[in-house]
């Protein structure tokens, strides 16, 4: 009989054991069952959360990014009127510049042609100069000819009215006695 034991004790404990195991077993399912399910609600609402987190995220982004497009879009828009501003302003300094040049070229070229008619009037006068000067020293030598002639003339005359006999006066008469 005591080798029965060996086979009863465990058959005995194993079917006590089955016993409050599948009657513990429908407790513990439904436990695991609300936990499955309490893990899966959890786990839902983080997903919602998420999804709301993300999809706020989204907007915010979304918002950001207009603002950031916005700003983007006022800052080119200012550039591009200050770029405009400054080759406007380039441009009238340019046109002005260019009218300043086109004037002042032209009044070089206007000045340009009156010296050169002052350097031919100059060159003009300077030979009438020129010539009256040479007309005044010829007529200075042939003054001087002319009394240089006379002068020869007056000499050659004096000396052939000293050589002539008409010329001499007659001897002085003798002093009378008295």
């Not at 002068?151 to 007659?170: G, H, L, N």
Request: charged content about 40%; hydrophobic content about 40%; overall charge negative.
């Amino acid at each position: 009989m005591k080798k029965w034991l060996y086979v009863l004790a465990p058959t005995v404990m194993i079917a006590v054991f089955l016993f409050f195991y599948f009657d513990s077993k429908a407790g513990w399912e439904a436990k695991e069952k609300a936990r499955l399910e309490e893990v899966a609600r959890v786990k839902a609402d983080a997903e919602q959360k998420k999804h709301m987190a993300e999809a706020k995220a989204r907007e915010d982004a979304e918002r950001r990014n207009a603002e950031r497009t916005a700003e983007d879009a006022k800052t080119a828009k200012d550039k591009q009127d200050r770029y405009d501003a400054d080759m406007r302003r380039i441009q009238d300094d340019t046109d002005r510049a260019n009218s300043m040049a086109e004037s002042y070229a032209k009044q070089a070229s206007d000045l340009t042609i009156e010296l050169d008619s002052l350097h031919k009037q100059k060159d003009a006068l300077t030979r009438e100069d020129f010539e009256l000067e040479k007309k005044v020293e010829l007529t200075q030598v042939a003054r001087q000819n002319a009394e240089l002639e006379i002068q020869r003339t007056v000499e050659m005359i004096a000396t052939r009215a000293d050589q002539s006999a008409m010329a001499k006066p007659p001897p002085p008469p003798p002093p009378k006695a008295s």
